[in-house]
């Protein structure tokens, strides 16, 4: 599978890479925009992070080539690249201080006093860290040293940043913190960043482009917009949030329509759907419940098995008279009593809602 773009910056073609008889990735092509915000996605053991490594020189390809504005780099050792890297460990050098951390990628690089001052500064002010610029690492917070990382990344004008899952060592709130600071550093620099992450909700708040991987494959890439409502095929569907799966039964055009059976119900999609086929999917969050059977809408009757409180919204787990087992997520203020444990209720779409599999 590959994907392009105008703007191309990096343009990998059918890399494969193995250990032995393992296909840790197998032909995958994929072109990098130029300052784009592109997220590697998929579960442990998927290739996304062997695919950054492989962006950033530190693993060599079995099969394939990758090319930085029509340059073949790839077998261009990774210090040559000079792309910024943000590990998951931050890797920050513990006897220097911030500044002295920041500014080492601009010593290396033979820089004068002067310049490296102002460079230093600069990114020092932009991350926030003016009144911790003589701290040592082990003096800073979690969040603090990423934000070292960050700008020793960036001190050098990279044309391309990659992060190998930056935020998995630190908690909720700081997380959510830490991803803004990255979308903001992303749209003042215009730098091309590529970032691997397992974490659904953070790739689809910071990307531009989700490149999703799985067992070695690429399964999918597009917008995250795209890749939730639209998914290629079920295995995106179902590793993108929760989701309702219906094995259908005669599935046909009906003019606008495509009507098909479940259970003993017919259900109707629109064009917006997908061309039909024998499997349907419905996000939980598209569904409502009602106690009475809804008009003109796709409607299931159900048992309610569980309700969980998740403070502005309540997730519902519900059973068809089938058996069938569905989840369900409404705004708590729209909840009540007639949706309680052990109720029959209705669980309800409209036919422009959902798609096929």
Not at 97 to 122: C, H, M, T, W
């Amino acid at each position: 599978m590959q994907t392009k773009n105008r703007a191309a910056e990096l343009d990998a073609r059918g890399i494969g890479k193995t250990y032995g008889d393992f296909h840790a990735l197998d032909d995958v092509s994929l072109t990098i925009g130029r300052g784009e915000f592109l997220t590697l996605l998929g579960p442990s053991g998927s290739g996304k992070t062997t695919f950054l490594m492989i962006l950033a020189g530190f693993v060599n390809a079995t099969s394939g080539s990758l090319t930085k504005d029509g340059t073949d780099i790839t077998h261009l050792p990774a210090e040559k690249r000079a792309f910024g890297m943000v590990f998951q460990g931050y890797a920050l050098f513990p006897h220097m201080s911030v500044e002295k951390n920041i500014a080492f990628p601009l010593q290396v690089q033979g820089r004068n006093a002067q310049d490296i001052k102002k460079k230093v500064d600069n990114i020092v002010d932009r991350v926030g860290l003016r009144e911790h610029a003589t701290k040592r690492p082990a003096d800073l917070s979690g969040g603090q040293q990423q934000r070292v990382a960050l700008a020793r990344a960036l001190v050098f004008e990279p044309s391309v940043l990659l992060l190998d899952e930056p935020f998995s060592a630190l908690d909720k709130n700081l997380r959510g913190s830490m991803q803004e600071e990255v979308r903001r550093l992303h749209q003042e620099t215009g730098t091309t960043f590529v970032f691997v992450t397992h974490d659904q909700s953070e790739a689809l708040a910071l990307s531009t482009r989700v490149a999703i991987f799985n067992k070695g494959k690429l399964q999918q890439v597009d917008t995250p917009k795209a890749v939730y409502e639209h998914p290629a095929n079920r295995f995106v569907a179902e590793f993108l949030g929760d989701i309702n799966i219906f094995d259908l039964k005669d599935t046909k055009l009906s003019g606008a329509l495509a009507e098909c059976r479940f259970e003993d119900r017919v259900i109707r999609a629109s064009n917006a759907a997908g061309s039909p086929t024998n499997h349907f999917a419905i996000r939980p969050e598209h569904m409502v419940l009602s106690s009475a059977e809804p008009a003109d809408r796709n409607a299931l009757a159900a048992d309610i098995e569980d309700v969980t409180y998740l403070g502005a919204a309540t997730r519902f787990a519900l059973k068809t008279p089938g058996g069938k087992g569905l989840t369900l997520e409404m705004p708590t203020r729209e909840t009540g009593p007639d949706f309680a444990r052990g109720k029959r209720v209705w669980a309800s779409w409209a036919p422009d809602q959902g798609f096929f599999l």
